[in-house]
Nanobody, 124 residues
Framework: QVQLVESGGGLVQAGGSLRLSCAAS????????MGWYRQAPGKQRELVAS???????NYADSVKGRFIISRDNIKNTVYLQMNNLKPEDTAVYYC??????????????????WGKGTLVTVSS
């Protein structure tokens, strides 16, 4: 069974930093694009940053220059370094991964997985 487990959320003052981690586990053959999304209360879930298998990155305009996404393919982990945090960054942050996995019937499947989320609260 494939799982994505996020960690690193918490409460921080404006201007502070946090580093989120998302570890993928299970019968994973390869990881394609991985990303971080967030959902603030009363708002839709939005893409924060993504990183392709080859390492190219994409960021939401609101976080460019402040957040850095990276990945460790050996550890099956994606990170989000968040600097100069603002109150408007407060949200539940979700990890997303496009993975090739081995099913219970030993078939190769390409599927998208989500973590359960980690709360980031930025106080003013």
């Amino acid at each position: 069974q494939v799982q994505l487990v996020e960690s690193g959320g918490g409460l921080v003052q404006a201007g502070g930093s946090l580093r989120l981690s998302c570890a993928a586990s299970g019968s994973i053959l390869s990881m394609n694009t991985m990303g971080w999304y967030r959902q603030a209360p009363g708002k839709q879930r939005e893409l924060v940053a993504s990183i392709a298998g080859a390492g190219s990155t994409n960021y939401a305009d609101s976080v460019k220059g402040r957040f850095i996404i990276s990945r460790d393919n050996i550890k099956n982990t994606v990170y989000l370094q968040m600097n100069n945090l603002k109150p408007e960054d407060t949200a539940v942050y979700y990890c997303n991964a496009d993975l090739v996995v081995i099913s219970g019937t030993l078939r190769q499947l390409r599927e998208t997985y989500w973590g359960k989320g980690t709360l980031v609260t930025v106080s003013s």
